[in-house]
């Protein structure tokens, strides 16, 4: 059975096509550890950056009826001791490991590039989500073609790894982003990041629940967004897309997986449905497959591309 | 069941220097070991363990160590806080003859189970640690239960003199002193719960190797969702958030990471 | 009971705080009717454009598990038909009217003004929303802070009623543009419009659910979005915000008055609750009141501004 | 129960040269008068009424009028559409002696409600009208039900001559015809339905002024679910989505609109 949800990512041979993306279940290497013996085809670390981030104070996650805010402030240890845990994963598992890296230039990029050179991940994925630094014209830097050109370029002439490149989804076009990054070099997209931010109050204490007032959305609230802005960048681009944002079922991976995503990455609903949440979904695809009749992962349509 | 509740404190006891219990009118429905996370909005969000839990009233003992316990020590009865939980898991309800084991502000979660325990006919030895006697704990309040309790402190000013570790040894070893207490299995014991600090927890561990028992674990929490993996235990890769605190013999055998490191609030690993 | 959900709005008293916004139940004069009679405080008429529009083929809505997409794309019978919807209303109802309308440049906006000007309406609402004219770098409409000064200023000039900027979400700054309506001249705002857009996907016949592909997102699933911008908004500006997006019950009210709304919309709600879901979001204002010892509606704390 | 679902077209009948009846597997679980939304994804989803439901299929009859239908029009058995519903109100379930007045494509709901209505035991006479008997619809499947039909086409090619106007008319107007069914009240029916044109409908009206009666309405509809406002009647602000397209006695005689205009897709009016 689970041959039939085996797939090739960038070249390399993946049994099964869900991710676990960045931020999630991701702090030590038993986190990824579990989260592949649970279904996961390729893992991917907390985006690491050259200091350890402390984060934000708590509450640093917020529940509503429709997904979550997290405020989490990229805390981890720091680039080594954050491939300290990658490497210890890998001498456990064959699973591919992604490892996120986050920065606000291109200098920094490239030094967490080199550590990551040195390490035994399998690809190197460039969080380039950050909406509090600014372009010269005043664009976040998640939504500045140039900005992301010049990191993803400089990065792709040291790395070793396959680059993938995490996007936004709070910017005006999408398209003129990624083009930016495959231009550069990108072997790969990851979307999408968080949407918004949002808030939350508590009403009682007349308080945002969020210490740090805001935080990004994440599950099924933002699963059209994602939807969208993938399905455009499908349909403009030639470089394969992890597809993830508010993937709980099996029905939503399809979805992913029509709107033009080759791997699809699962996230909050490991709150929802548990660390099993994997290997579920992986049984949901097998029983879509079996009621529409594909054979294989890669039988499953895409949508018409966009014009 | 994770909602947010925001409660007006309803009660607040002092019970050492640095420890008070705090009382909240609500229908928790929480068990033994399982946890809440706290906060006030003012920076922090921590878990507690819930001491005791009724139909309508639970209760948290907390004890003032940094920066948000010291905020919520100035907190008045009336005060909101606002709470998410219960999380995690529970400690299992024994039968028989049971051993609870605690040091310092992990002693009151013993309470709680004492008191399920024994409604569940369990027949109940407790060692009560700390280190002196200013900072020993709820020994009153267990008194009362009708269990047996053995007080103890690592300078004798109060109860036996010595740690929990060093009690727990001399009960399980000598058997003379123990004689009314053994089975026929060798075990003293149908079942240990231990709670405190985990180097006293991995002291305690070789001492309890032929009995059954489960340990109440403490790790660094963000989310207590399971998502943001602060919590989890190498190599098991275990959420203390939800597969925890509590854990089975089992599983705390396979532990590398008990009594060597934990990781901090960047995931930074820090020895012990 | 109701007395103590009078409030003010820009000079007028208003009975009770719920505003029945653009594009629900405002196709007729009866629509209009039956809302306010339900407990709508004010209502607002459908975002009239100088000639009918047909809108999109359907399906112009999807309905997800945290919200709805539509696409109704603006389907309206012209200014001159809505404006006799309004005045036909207005004959039978003291409750205030909102005459929303939607141009793409300050022209038809002026057109479109004088007509209003010779109705009974009470307030003119600019769809300021439009994400498909460009301003010269590129900037969506919605989103270029010069086009928002242009058009506000412009239709002040001319305008007999006061005038409410209405904002969409998808930008970088919201800050920026609203006080760019500010300055220009709008006495109050209205926000947020839609989100997304997004898109959803039926996996059996492999198409877009909507027609038109892509929608934009209203419901629970938003409302953090919009507490977030209301919050940031009502920190730097000075008039007063109509805020909405997602308030299904009375606490979601209770929020977006604690962001900072003077007065809040309820939308999509009304198909999740009834029409009847004014008056039942009324009962739990009262409510929230009552175990919180609020006398009146100004009562209610709002947040300490963001610095 | 809104919840979109894809279906294949399990059955597809032709009942005259412009009208099809399309029956699927699913149990809908539909009343008499609610509708469907129905959409291929190539641009329209249109409302179409039940015309019958068991536990396990059921169906709508279509007649050929603008591009949606043409397209169905081409669909083959095996084919997916994609649907959501049912939605709106339904026929009121009489007991007694009951009138059934149908013209047009309107005529199969009534095929639905008949069945429906001799379960409940009530005396069942339909009125099926049609222009001429290529249009006739039905007949067959009605007179398996065991209820009294009456045929009639305004140009006499099928049963009686005249339209469904005419024949309530004369059937209420000539006491001597209709004497045995007469009742003590002066009412010849318990209950009137009247599913049609707008027009015979309001035609239809007066005469039955001392009836009790539900007539089922047609108007523009976008969203089906209450919030487009594109199909509200004046000046009630009924939304014939929701609260119709069924409408009792004391609703339709206060409706303005009825029989004067309609709105089109813009929300225009538009005169009848
Ligand atoms: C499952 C569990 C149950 C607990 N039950 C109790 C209890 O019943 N009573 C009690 O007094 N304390 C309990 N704690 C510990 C309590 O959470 C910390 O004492 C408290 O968070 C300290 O916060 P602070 O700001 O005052 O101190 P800080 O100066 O922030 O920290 C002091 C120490 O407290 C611990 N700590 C701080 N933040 C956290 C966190 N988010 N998660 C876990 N540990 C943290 C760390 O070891 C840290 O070194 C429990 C912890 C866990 C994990
Ligand atoms: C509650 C209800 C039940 C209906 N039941 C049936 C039925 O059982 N069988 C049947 O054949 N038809 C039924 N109709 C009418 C059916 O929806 C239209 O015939 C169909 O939409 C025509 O689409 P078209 O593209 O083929 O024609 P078009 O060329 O688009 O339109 C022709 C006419 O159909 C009507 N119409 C078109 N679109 C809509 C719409 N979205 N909502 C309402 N009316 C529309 C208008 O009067 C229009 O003038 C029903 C309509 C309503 C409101
Ligand atoms: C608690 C939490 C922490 C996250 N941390 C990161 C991160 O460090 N780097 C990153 O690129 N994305 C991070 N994300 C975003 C996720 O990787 C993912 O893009 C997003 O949550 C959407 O997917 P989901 O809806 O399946 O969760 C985080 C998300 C959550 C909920
Ligand atoms: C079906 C539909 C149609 C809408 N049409 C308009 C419109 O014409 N003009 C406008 O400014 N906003 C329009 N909106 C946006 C709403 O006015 C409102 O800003 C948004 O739906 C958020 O509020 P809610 O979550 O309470 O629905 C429309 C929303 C929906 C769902
Ligand atoms: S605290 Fe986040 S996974 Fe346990
Ligand atoms: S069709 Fe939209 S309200 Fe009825």
Known sequence: ?307 | MNKRITLKIAGIERETNDIKTYSFKHSLNAQPAQFIMLTDFEGGEKPFSISDCTEDVFSITVKRIGEFTTRLFQKRVGDYVSIRGAFGSSFFVSQGKVLLIGGGYAVPTFYFLSKVLKENGAEVTLINGARTKDEHLFSEKLSKLGIKVINTTDDGTFGEKGTSVDITKRMLNHHSQAGAWERENGKMFDFVYVSGPEMMMKALQPLLKDHDYEFLFERYMKCAIGICGNCTMDPLGIRLCVEGPVLPKKLVEQLTEFGQYHRDATGKRIKY
Chains 1, 3 share one sequence.
């Open chain 1, 1 to 307: 059975m689970r041959k039939r949800l085996k797939t090739k990512f960038l070249g390399i041979e993946v049994n099964l096509p869900l991710v676990l993306p960045a931020g999630i279940m991701d702090m030590s290497f038993s986190g990824l550890d579990i989260s592949a013996k649970n279904g996961a085809g390729i893992v991917t670390s907390k985006s690491l950056t050259l200091e350890p981030r402390l984060g934000h104070k708590g509450p640093v996650v917020a529940e509503f009826e429709s997904g979550l805010l997290n405020a989490v402030g990229l805390c981890n240890p720091g680039i080594v001791d954050g491939l300290t845990e990658i490497n210890q994963f890998k001498e456990r598992s064959d699973t591919p490991v992604i490892v996120s890296v986050f920065a606000t230039n291109t200098d920094d990029f490239s030094k967490l590039t080199n550590h990551v050179n040195k390490s035994r991940g399998d690809f190197l994925e460039l969080n380039l989500s950050c909406p509090n630094v600014f372009d010269e014209f005043g664009i976040p830097l998640a939504a500045s073609k140039d900005e992301v050109f010049k990191i993803v370029k400089a990065v792709k002439e040291i790395s070793r790894l396959p680059i993938i490149a995490k996007l936004s989804p709070n910017v005006y076009d999408i398209v003129e982003i990624a083009l930016a990054a495959e231009k550069a070099g990108a072997d790969a997209l990851c979307m999408i990041n968080t949407v918004g931010p949002g808030m939350l109050i508590n009403t009682k204490m007349v308080k945002p629940v969020l210490f740090n007032k805001f935080g990004g959305l994440s599950g099924p609230c933002i699963k059209p967004i994602a939807l969208k802005l993938i399905y455009q960048t499908y349909s403009a681009l030639n470089i394969p897309i992890i597809g993830m944002g508010g993937v709980t079922i099996g029905e939503d991976a399809i979805e992913m997986i029509m709107a033009g995503a080759t791997l699809v990455g699962v996230g909050t609903a490991v709150y929802y449905r548990g660390i099993e949440v994997f290997d579920k979904i992986n049984r949901e695809i097998i029983e879509f497959m079996d009621e529409n009749n594909y054979d294989n992962l890669e039988d499953i349509p895409k949508l018409e591309k966009l014009k």
